[in-house]
């Protein structure tokens, strides 16, 4: 076992160590029930019409909307594209500062690349959507050929050799893990049901660029005509955890809600476990001054005690970083 200095652990604090780390194994590693999807995906993503010109260019196509978020998922250093397609004449409805209100027939897409691969040009690896049918949330992922002209609906997952370079120009080598169709209700899970995570509506009230102009994005949205007219005055804004300027504590808790949360909450798919890492849970009850040795252990150590559970190969550097230097400031 190691302590977060990297020294061997001993003793009664190693022990209590491993204690927990079985505990969290237990209820993290139980098997969910599988949430089905109510509709059948298309084997091709062209087939949805996201992308207008060349596929490989992601050129959203007219009626496609692309958004932005203000803190995002850590997925092995990829980059990501997120989209949004709303029916005709329907729009999303603002409730309060979490998720909206999506009309049946909303798509959201997340295209998962790489800038700099070893081939000297952008490499996609895979795109997920999010599909909303029926009142219910349905999940499907596809992996984009070596031709780079198409993705192709998958159901086991697969494996895929990434060899790119990170935004601090260092060269890097992962086994970039595409995920099983199955495992979207790891994290999207919601009690029975599958939700998006990124769309809040406190995670899309941020500033950006349109047109050379920087505008506020639930603005633009009501602007496109695919959110309802509100005031937004009263919404929130979670903090970017890459913005060094800002207060350590805010951005920490805002990587947690981002990278932890959606399983570690009331209905997600670790309640069993002794942390909330929600980010408006009160401090003295998201469990994390009791736990916060093991948080960092095991955001930074590989294998089966690592967290997050899935969705990545290689730890996030930067964010263990912030992660330790919060937690070195908790009281113990």
């Given at each position: ?41 298309k084997g091709k993503l ?9 596929m490989p260019e992601l ?274």
């Open positions: 076992m190691l302590r977060t200095d990297g020294e061997p652990r001993t003793g009664l604090v190693g022990l209590r160590w491993l204690l927990l780390g079985a505990v969290w194994l237990a209820a993290c590693n139980s098997a969910p029930r599988t949430i089905e999807n109510n509709v059948s995906f062209s087939e949805y019409a996201l992308f207008k010109g060349n050129l959203p196509a007219d009626g496609v909307v692309p958004i932005q978020i203000g803190s995002s998922l850590f997925t092995d250093y990829a980059e990501k594209q997120r989209l949004l397609k709303i029916p005709d004449g329907q729009k999303m409805v603002i409730q309060g500062d979490g998720l909206p209100s999506f009309p049946d027939g909303t798509l959201l897409a997340k295209t998962f690349y790489y800038s700099k691969s070893g081939k000297g040009t952008r490499l996609i690896v895979e795109t997920r959507l999010l599909l909303y049918s029926g009142g219910k949330w349905n999940a499907a992922t596809y992996r984009w050929n070596e031709a780079q002209t198409d993705a192709e609906l998958l159901v086991e997952g697969a494996t895929v050799p990434v060899y790119f370079e990170d935004r601090y120009g260092k060269y890097r080598h992962l086994e970039y893990k595409i995920p099983a169709q199955n495992d979207c209700g790891t994290c999207h899970r919601s009690g029975n049901e599958l939700v998006p995570l990124g769309p809040q509506m406190r995670n899309l009230n941020i500033a950006i660029n349109v047109g050379g102009e920087n505008v506020n994005q639930l603005a633009y949205l009501m602007q496109r005509g695919v959110l309802a007219q509100a005031d937004i005055t009263g919404i929130a804004s979670l903090p970017d955890y890459k913005d060094s300027s800002l207060a350590l504590a805010p951005r920490a808790r805002a990587y947690l809600e981002m990278n932890c949360a959606h399983c570690h909450r009331e209905a997600g798919s670790a309640a069993g476990t002794s942390l909330d890492l929600s980010f408006n849970t009160p401090f003295e009850k998201t469990g994390m001054g009791y736990n916060k040795e093991n948080m960092v252990i095991r955001m930074s150590t590989m294998g089966e005690y690592h967290m997050p559970k899935i969705g990545t190969t290689t730890p996030d550097e930067e964010g263990v970083r912030l992660i330790r230097d919060y937690i070195k400031g908790l009281a113990d």
